[in-house]
């Protein structure tokens, strides 16, 4: 909107003009073994780098960009994602996701994934931090064919810890679900705000500042892999691995981002073998 239009328009229209609106549709398919970004859409500062393949063809890796750096109050963030008959993705995040303060409007992120006949994305971001008095909605909405295979987590941390910022005001919501051939088989809700009981209760978290889940959806899980998650110990950290009929969930509460993203990491090294026959390889943005 330029500068004459902005005048003239409603307030309401002024305010969604300084917001970013940011949207990214991603398709992948198979040609005989290669794994590749077929269809890419972007509008606004939503984008996603060069595909790669460090891991052979089967498996096509790329990185979600937000160049701003940040989500102010008002942004919307909407990704959409298309993985084809037999295709496999892995998608990330080049470096933690920042929500600024609300400034009384909320920031939202959604997330929209279908996963056709055998294929598999793995959505694995780094964490979302929330500065103090961020307002913030996440949502997921994930479509599975029968034999389609989801490994995804987020992770979120309430204050800038390095700054030792505490998150004394603000809200976090979530809305996440997964189907499969379109019947329900996860469906999380949350509505926190920075003031609840819920922050310091024992059975919430308990004065941590950082918690993460990490889902999988692969069929039953092998005893002996369940078992190998579960003998992983954190110090000063809360954890659980849940075995669902069609859901492996894995949860952690704590006080260090790195921590979480290093114990989610060894769960995957751990689960990766079982889901897709294949050793867990970092995504290189990773090691920067």
Same mark, same amino acid.
């Given at each position: 909107?330029?500068?004459?239009?902005?005048?003239?328009?409603?307030?309401?229209?002024?305010?969604?003009?300084?917001?970013?609106?940011?949207?990214?549709?991603?398709?992948?398919?198979?040609?005989?073994?290669?794994?590749?970004?077929?269809?890419?859409?972007?509008?606004?500062?939503?984008?996603?780098?060069?595909?790669?393949?460090?891991?052979?063809?089967?498996?096509?890796?790329?990185?979600?960009?937000?160049?701003?750096? @940040?989500?102010?109050?008002?942004? &919307? #963030? !909407?990704?959409?994602?298309?993985? =084809?008959? +037999?295709?496999?993705? %892995?998608?990330?995040?080049?470096?933690?996701?920042?929500?600024?303060?609300?400034? @009384?409007?909320?920031?939202?992120? &959604? #997330? !929209?994934?279908?996963?056709?006949? =055998?294929? +598999?994305?793995?959505? %694995?971001?780094?964490?979302?931090?929330?500065?103090?008095?961020?307002?913030?909605?996440?949502?997921?909405?994930?479509?599975?064919?029968?034999?389609?295979?989801?490994?995804?987590?987020?992770?979120?941390? %309430?204050?800038?810890?390095?700054?030792?910022?505490?998150?004394?005001?603000?809200?976090?919501?979530?809305?996440?679900?997964?189907?499969?051939?379109?019947?329900?088989?996860?469906?999380?809700?949350?509505?926190?705000?920075?003031?609840?009981?819920?922050?310091?209760?024992?059975?919430?978290?308990?004065?941590?500042?950082?918690?993460?889940?990490?889902?999988?959806?692969?069929?039953?899980?092998?005893?002996?892999?369940?078992?190998?998650?579960?003998?992983?110990?954190?110090?000063?950290?809360?954890?659980?691995?849940?075995?669902?009929?069609?859901?492996?969930?894995?949860?952690?509460?704590?006080?260090?981002?790195?921590?979480?993203?290093?114990?989610?990491?060894?769960?995957?090294?751990?689960?990766?073998?079982?889901?897709?026959?294949?050793?867990?390889?970092?995504?290189?943005?990773?090691?920067?």
């Amino acid at each position: 909107m330029d500068d004459l239009n902005l005048a003239i328009a409603s307030p309401a229209q002024q305010r969604l003009a300084k917001h970013w609106q940011a949207k990214l549709e991603l398709g992948f398919c198979r040609r005989e073994a290669r794994s590749y970004l077929a269809h890419r859409l972007h509008k606004g500062p939503l984008v996603v780098q060069k595909s790669l393949h460090p891991e052979g063809e089967a498996i096509c890796h790329a990185v979600i960009v937000h160049p701003p750096g @940040g989500v102010a109050g008002g942004d &919307a #963030l !909407h990704l959409q994602v298309q993985v =084809g008959e +037999g295709a496999n993705a %892995l998608l990330t995040t080049p470096g933690a996701g920042k929500w600024y303060k609300a400034n @009384g409007t909320y920031a939202t992120q &959604a #997330l !929209h994934f279908e996963l056709a006949a =055998g294929s +598999g994305l793995e959505w %694995l971001p780094q964490e979302n931090i929330l500065f103090d008095a961020a307002e913030v909605g996440f949502s997921a909405e994930i479509d599975l064919a029968a034999d389609a295979t989801l490994a995804a987590w987020d992770i979120v941390c %309430l204050g800038r810890q390095a700054q030792q910022e505490v998150w004394q005001t603000g809200t976090y919501k979530l809305n996440q679900r997964i189907r499969r051939n379109g019947r329900l088989i996860w469906n999380e809700r949350a509505h926190m705000h920075a003031n609840d009981l819920l922050k310091q209760s024992r059975v919430g978290l308990g004065g941590a500042v950082v918690f993460g889940t990490f889902l999988v959806c692969a069929g039953a899980v092998p005893a002996e892999v369940l078992q190998a998650c579960r003998d992983i110990v954190l110090p000063e950290a809360n954890t659980g691995v849940t075995a669902l009929p069609e859901v492996l969930c894995i949860r952690y509460v704590g006080q260090a981002s790195q921590q979480a993203r290093h114990y989610f990491e060894q769960c995957w090294q751990l689960l990766r073998p079982w889901y897709y026959q294949k050793d867990a390889v970092r995504p290189r943005i990773w090691n920067t």
